[in-house]
Every structure is written in structure tokens, then in C-alpha cells.
């Protein structure tokens, strides 16, 4: 059963607006997972994902248009990361899929960004309208402070499951290297028994013969 952690922001300014979403979720083996996102012309959309579980941590991407005509794809990754200016409104899809492996799930996480694009022509409201209160100056400050914010969360977002994949790799080392270890010690221990026993089987021939040759 897939755990999914999601976090959906909305942010509407005077001028600007963005939609972040960051989740965490699974993709079982020979399975494919899409995501839709209904965006506006215009817009700019940023998608970021990691795997940090599973197998070999790769996974195949895809990221379709309206039309359903794909515009990014990746090849058994561990990351990736794409930006992108919408040309046409409608719903685009983002794809995971897991199709390539036949036994191992996939945990990966992703983070979708989408911004209007409009800090120019909030620049120029703010140069063109001379008589502006500060109140709404402030705002606009407000606004862009919310914009490095959320970037600053998508990066934290990353930092946070790179190293949750760095654990689960040191992790699965050190439980090889346990198990080798083991074998190992194992083997050593076979090794010694077995030539303890030829030495003691060597002596006792060597005492049969001198006690035949006496007779």
C-alpha cells in the first residue's frame, strides 16, 4: 500500500500567483503512476523528482501536454529535473513508470511547480503607478518573499529525500557486508575444522604404521 505525504500550497498576490505540490508516493513493480495538472498558457512549470527507494533507484518519466504529446522524458533515472513555459492551456501529465521491473517497487518523491510567470509586468505596475500606497508595495514585496519561500521548501523537500536515500543505501551495505562477514566466518571456521581433522587423521596413520612395522 502506497504512503503518500502530500502538501498543496496556493498563493494568490495582487498579481502573482504560484501552486506548489511536493508528495511522496510508491509505484509497484510493472506499474506506471501519472499526475494531472490543469495549467494556464503562459504559465512556467518546474517538476523536480528523486527516487529514494527501491531496486536499482531509477525510474522511467515522462511529462505530456495537453495534446498528450510528450514534451520531457527520462530513461531509468535517479532524478531529474524540468522546466518548461506552457503554450497551450489545458491539463498536463506527468508519468512514473515502474513497468521495467518485475519485482521491486519504486518510492519516489516529487515536487511540481507552477508560476504565471509574471514578475515583469509586476515590475512595471509597480514603476508605471507612481502613485501606489505603500501598502500595496509592500504587498508586492510580500509576494515575491512568499516566491523565494517556496523554492527554498522545494530545495529543503530534496535535501530531506536524498538523504533519506543516502540511509537506505548505507543501510543496505552494511547489511551485505554483515551477511558477507558471516559467510565469511563461517567458512573459516569449516576450514579449520576440516584440517584439524586431517592432522589428527595424519597422526593416527602415522602411529598405525609404526606399531604394524614393530610387530
Known amino acids: 500500500m502506497a504512503r503518500i505525504l502530500a502538501l498543496l500550497v496556493l498563493l494568490v498576490g495582487v498579481s ?8 511522496t508516493f510508491t509505484v509497484a513493480p510493472r506499474k506506471e503512476q501519472c499526475f494531472y495538472e490543469d495549467v494556464q498558457a503562459n504559465f512556467d512549470v518546474e517538476i523536480d523528482y528523486q527516487v529514494v527507494d527501491g531496486g536499482d533507484l531509477d525510474i522511467d518519466f515522462s511529462v505530456f501536454d495537453s495534446s498528450l504529446k510528450r514534451i520531457a522524458m527520462d530513461r531509468r533515472e535517479s532524478f531529474g529535473s524540468h522546466q518548461f513555459q506552457v503554450k497551450t492551456s489545458g491539463v498536463y501529465k506527468f508519468c512514473f513508470s515502474n513497468k521495467f521491473s518485475k519485482l521491486t517497487s519504486k518510492t519516489v518523491f516529487m515536487d511540481v ?38 523554492k527554498t521548501q522545494v530545495q529543503l523537500q530534496l535535501t530531506k529525500a536524498q538523504r533519506n536515500k543516502d540511509q537506505k543505501i548505507q543501510k543496505s551495505n552494511k547489511t551485505r557486508v554483515d551477511r558477507w562477514s558471516m559467510v565469511q566466518c563461517v567458512f573459516m571456521i569449516l576450514m579449520a575444522t576440516v584440517q584439524v581433522y586431517l592432522l589428527k587423521q595424519l597422526f593416527k596413520e602415522d602411529k598405525t604404521q609404526k606399531r604394524q612395522a614393530r610387530i
Do not use: C
Not at 502573482?16 to 508528495?23: G, K, N, P
Not at 510567470?117 to 509597480?126: L, Q, T, W
Open 113 to 150: 511547480y507552477v508560476d504565471d510567470g509574471n514578475y515583469e509586468e509586476d515590475k512595471e505596475a509597480s514603476d508605471d503607478a507612481s502613485m501606489q500606497t505603500g501598502i500595496t508595495i509592500l504587498n508586492k514585496q510580500v509576494d515575491n518573499i512568499k516566491n523565494y519561500l517556496f
Open 16 to 23: 502573482h500567483a504560484t501552486l506548489e505540490t511536493a508528495l
